[in-house]
């Protein structure tokens, strides 16, 4: 890849283009090489474009959110990373519908659903990220998930053709749905949410903030969850249960509040936090003969 030639080929279809950018600036974790180039998209006439270049040109791409679930490798990203965030953010509610673009804040449109007496969202009110992450992960809390609330959503394929799908078209399964096992990029997603008491829907988002403050590692650098829920076992317990909650490897730590959590104290590399993973991942096996499946999306060269 010529790289200056792509970054000004990518200057005539994008206005927002950056060269060799830190991934640190674009991750909750706070680590990361440089992205080759960066692009932030204000339309969904510029994803497509963007797309189309790269397909025709041979470039690869990968499609981020906040990267409130991502971890880029110490190497960066060869290629091209197409931000979809506060440039395409805008949401609308209609009678018992949010209808959002995929940078929208999940957490904003859960506010939004409180104020327009809408409940199913409560369970999403501290979930930092978009909705087109928390849609492509099948995200949840509090024993909600997003297939849950899913309507439909439009995406741009491979190809480039704008498709529509509904809720049993994308394919959900726990943490996972189509968008997880093919490249496509979500534009857009319709919520179906249910009439409500707004005294009752307020108590239960203050009540899963409650919560959150007290059982997870707020103000620290994470990715959520590092690990899925296994059938029968719960990550953090086990990870407890084998001695290794505040166990460190330079500034990468499994957290002393949740142990499902591995957090950056400050100035971890990646390639620490991945140790982390792997040492935690061998010593439960060791222990309790169960392999752990981290839950956040690696990106990247070491």
Do not use: W
């Not at 283009?17 to 600036?25: A, C, I």
């Not at 849950?148 to 943490?175: A, K, L, P, Q, W």
């Amino acid at each position: 890849m010529d790289k200056e030639k792509v970054f000004k080929d990518l200057q005539n279809i994008c206005k927002d283009v950056l060269q060799d950018e830190s991934m640190k600036k674009h991750t909750s974790f706070k680590t990361g090489g440089p992205a080759d180039i960066f692009t932030k998209p204000a339309s969904v006439q510029e994803v497509r474009d963007i797309l189309l270049y790269c397909k025709e040109n041979d470039v690869p791409y990968y499609v981020i959110g906040n990267g409130t679930n991502l971890l880029v490798k110490d190497g960066g990203i060869r290629g091209v990373v197409i931000k979809i965030s506060y440039n395409m953010n805008k949401f609308v509610v209609e009678d018992d519908k949010i209808i959002a673009d995929a940078g929208a804040s999940i957490i904003a449109i859960s506010q939004a659903a409180y104020k327009n007496e809408l409940s199913g969202l409560e369970f999403a009110c501290g979930i930092p990220g978009t909705i087109g992450g928390v849609v492509r992960m099948n995200a949840g809390a509090f024993k909600g998930e997003m297939c849950n609330v899913v309507e439909s959503t439009t995406y741009i394929d491979n190809s480039g053709n704008i498709v529509t799908i509904n809720n049993n078209e994308h394919e959900f399964t726990y943490r996972n749905s189509i968008f997880g096992n093919n490249p496509y990029i979500i534009l857009q997603t319709t919520l179906k949410l249910n009439k409500g008491n707004k005294d009752e829907i307020k108590e239960k988002m203050e009540y899963n903030t409650k919560i959150r403050k007290e059982k997870q590692p707020l103000g620290t650098y994470n990715a959520g969850s590092s690990f899925k829920r296994l059938e029968g076992y719960f990550p953090g317990k086990l990870i407890e249960d084998a001695g290794l909650k505040g166990y460190s490897i330079g500034d990468a730590e499994v957290s002393t509040v949740h142990a499902n959590f591995l957090v950056n104290k400050g100035n971890a590399s990646t390639k620490e936090i991945l140790e982390l993973f792997d040492y935690v991942q061998k010593t439960v096996f060791e222990k309790f003969n169960v392999m752990l499946e981290p839950e956040i999306q690696i990106l990247g060269e070491d």
